[in-house]
């Protein structure tokens, strides 16, 4: 008898129990694991880190130092303070060029077959690589706000929280477009020319590099159908006083610049969801 015992537990261990499904992986262990891979392997090249930052503080202070009061405002602000909001833009801009490249890094080295025919959701492999290159952008943005004390303008350090959520938000939805394109292309020179034609003119058509006023009228309506001109408006304006700062209102900023980036990141998923040879080639 007890042997009997002792070959029904065994073959009780030894055999699967019909009513047991495969373990799953988990959607945010998914994200969580993508998310910390981007964030890594950028931190892991100095070079990147470095050229990332030192290239929009060399067009700052060139730029502003060049300028000097030739444009002031009627705050008295002069080109340095004026294009500040623009140079952290411009530092989250080159933060989603460069960590959109991984994508098609990743397909050369068949990481992303690998990613893709796991058992999770696309919107999970999407996700996770978009919040990688957005926290990325957003440090690297965030590092130039100890420079606004070197600014003549009275700035109030309450509004820095402020000020680094719109730089992440900014962040989130250029790095959501980067990879819609990312996905699309196999090469890098490809990946560079439409960066190149997208998103450098948002940038220079944004009120980063020169003011709407005054603009010819063609150039104004660019300028107002722009998405990211509304967010480099909020992070003039969370910066400094409203007396100094023309354009949208606050709300409105807040509004388009979040809504860009949810816009953006539902047409990564949907590209990253469609079946396509190219993605796994």
């Known amino acids: 008898m007890a042997d009997h015992g002792i070959t029904a537990t065994a073959s009780e261990q030894v ?4 009513d047991r499904q495969p373990a799953r992986p988990s959607f945010w262990l998914s994200v969580t694991a993508l998310w910390l891979r981007e964030v890594r392997g950028f931190y892991r090249q100095p070079a990147r880190v470095v050229a990332g ?21 009627s705050g008295g602000a002069g080109y340095s303070e004026f294009f500040f909001p623009g140079a952290v833009a411009l530092v989250v801009l080159f933060a989603s060029i460069f ?65 680094a959520a719109i730089i992440m938000a900014m962040a989130f939805g250029l790095t959501s477009l980067g990879f819609y394109f990312a996905w699309k292309l196999n090469s890098m020179q490809g990946f560079h020319s439409v960066m190149n034609m997208v998103l450098m003119p948002m940038w220079l058509l944004s009120g980063a590099f020169f003011p709407v006023e005054g603009a010819s009228p063609w150039i104004v309506w660019l300028m107002k159908v722009n998405p990211m001109t509304y967010g480099v408006t909020g992070l003039r304006r969370t910066l400094f006083s409203d007396q100094l700062v023309a354009g949208p209102s606050q709300p409105v900023c807040w509004a388009v610049t979040l809504g860009f980036g949810l816009l953006c990141f539902a047409l990564a998923v949907r590209q990253a969801s469609r079946p396509s040879a190219d993605a796994l080639s």
């Open 15 to 18: 055999l699967p129990r019909p």
């Open 53 to 73: 930052i030192a290239t929009p503080l060399i067009f700052w202070v060139v730029l502003g130092a060049g300028f000097g009061t030739s444009l002031q405002s």
């Open 99 to 163: 960590s959109s490249i991984s994508i098609i890094e990743d397909r050369r080295e068949g990481f992303l077959l690998s990613v893709l025919t796991a058992p999770v959701p696309r919107s999970s492999v999407v996700l996770g690589k978009i919040l990688g290159a957005t926290t990325i952008g957003a440090i690297q943005g965030a590092a130039f706000l100890p420079l606004v004390p070197l600014l003549d303008l009275p700035v109030s350090w309450a509004a820095m929280p402020e000020a």
